[in-house]
């Protein structure tokens, strides 16, 4: 199977944009769906993004999902950071079976 | 409004066995598929498999096949993920969550569960 990397942290202002990767090892990212969950300290997680780029219902659109078939990778990008953006990510994609990435904690300061 | 509750948290001691549930409520139980997500203490996610409780259909990650059990019981709207003889390193968060389909992403998660296996 393959695996999702992700950078393991990453820091912005509020106010400004920051952008989470997460590159797949093997086989194409642009084979199977991509999905973007973030996790708040001792909360479950939600989902911000599926099927590559598509908000689920009461996400704001400052959350927004792409793929680089270049890069063979999937991007998460929070525009307009608020210091509840602050939280775990993870991306996660399917192919025989579900692979997260390795998340990436999001410090708004 | 679509809700999965979780049963609440466990302590149990290693060697013991454990069945914990996910209630889906307010859609078609039998016509979304649950999955199960562990989250060890400060750790990430990872996928543990998925049932379809219209008709049972289960698939495991390579990781937990031969670990744990996933049933469900669609008289009463419930998931189930057991084990037979609990180990410490089971002790994690256990995340339920509901999916259009195997292959597709969830779009309702369940609260947690807390299980914790010591001695």
């Known amino acids: 199977n393959f695996m999702l990397t992700q950078p393991h942290s990453v820091s912005e202002s509020p106010g400004k944009t920051v952008t989470i990767s997460c590159t797949r090892s093997s086989g194409s990212i642009a084979s199977n769906y991509v999905q973007w969950y973030q996790q708040r300290p001792g909360s479950a997680p939600t989902t911000v993004i599926y099927?590559?780029?598509?908000?689920p219902s009461g996400v704001p659109d400052r959350f927004s999902g792409s793929i680089d078939s270049s890069s063979n990778s999937a991007s998460l990008t929070i525009s307009g950071l608020k210091t509840e953006d602050e939280a775990d990510y993870y991306c996660q994609s399917y192919d025989s079976s579900w692979v997260f990435g390795g998340g990436t904690k999001l410090t708004v300061l | 409004e679509v809700q999965l509750v979780q049963s609440g948290a466990e302590v149990k001691k290693p060697g013991e066995s454990l069945k914990i549930s996910c209630k889906g409520s307010?859609?078609?139980?039998?016509?979304?598929?649950i999955g199960w997500v562990r989250q060890m203490p400060g750790k990430g996610l990872e996928w543990m498999g998925i049932i379809y409780p219209g008709d049972s259909d289960t698939r495991y990650s390579p990781s937990f096949q031969g670990q744990v059990t996933i049933s469900a019981d669609k008289s009463i709207s419930t998931a189930y993920l057991q084990w037979s003889s609990l180990k410490a390193s089971d002790t994690a968060m256990y995340y339920c969550a509901r999916h259009r389909d195997y292959d597709l992403a969830p779009d309702y998660w369940g609260q947690g569960t807390l299980v914790t296996v010591s001695s």
């Open positions: 099927e590559d780029n598509q908000r």
């Open positions: 307010g859609y078609s139980f039998t016509s979304y598929w």
